[in-house]
């Protein structure tokens, strides 16, 4: 039993790694949302600090995952993936998958009345697709500016200065899949005999 302990606890250090930089969080940023110290982070993540209770929590809170996933509790049976939404810049994140790697998956609403006056494009490595469910989503993308309607997706190169918010006051929910090493979603939107349908080539 104490050996089964000591190896989940050591894995927690590159976990905790994985997750910062998945959410590309630097180790001041989660400083500052934990006020867990960057050097008792910086050794959290190296493996020389032992991990406790009490510095697993906020950076289960902040992360938006459970104890049990930090960890890597065995299974109990229940199939259901509870993972914790994550806000951001007055968005709120639901993950969809529990992986740290590869093609991860998220809901994303903004609420009402939060649209920005400005939009600030930002750049990552990586490639996204985007979905609208509900309401009207503004992309901004490189030189292009375009409001998605629900049902339409987009897909993009994340090096490519991008931004999104909603096009008018109303709240906007939509799906995205992001691979951070540039995977792309291989989706078929209609038969191979359709023809092409213009516009740009970023949108479907």
Do not use: C
Not at 75 to 98: A, N, S
Request: glycine letters at 10%.
């Amino acid at each position: 039993m104490e050996d089964d302990l000591d190896r989940a606890l050591d894995t927690v250090g590159p976990r905790l790694r994985a997750l910062r930089r998945q959410r590309e969080t630097t180790l001041t940023d989660l400083s500052a949302a934990t006020g867990i110290s960057v050097s008792t982070l910086s050794r959290l993540e190296s493996g020389a600090r032992r991990p406790t209770l009490e510095l697993l929590l906020p950076l289960a809170r902040v992360h938006g995952v459970t104890l049990d996933e930090l960890v890597d509790a065995p299974p109990t049976g229940d199939p259901r993936i509870h993972l914790r939404p994550i806000t951001r810049d007055g968005m709120t994140m639901l993950p969809l998958t529990r992986r740290t790697g590869g093609i991860q998956a998220y809901k994303l609403v903004i609420p009402s009345g939060s649209r920005r006056r400005e939009p600030d494009p930002r750049t990552h490595e990586g490639y996204e697709w985007l979905y609208v469910l509900n309401g009207r989503l503004r992309l901004v993308l490189g030189e292009h500016d375009l409001v998605l309607a629900p049902g339409e997706a987009a897909e993009f190169d994340t090096r490519v200065p991008h931004w999104f918010g909603s096009a008018d006051d109303a709240p906007v929910e939509f799906l995205s899949l992001f691979g951070r090493q540039g995977e792309r979603a291989h989706l078929r939107a209609r038969p191979k005999t359709a023809g092409p349908t213009g516009g740009d080539p970023a949108t479907r």
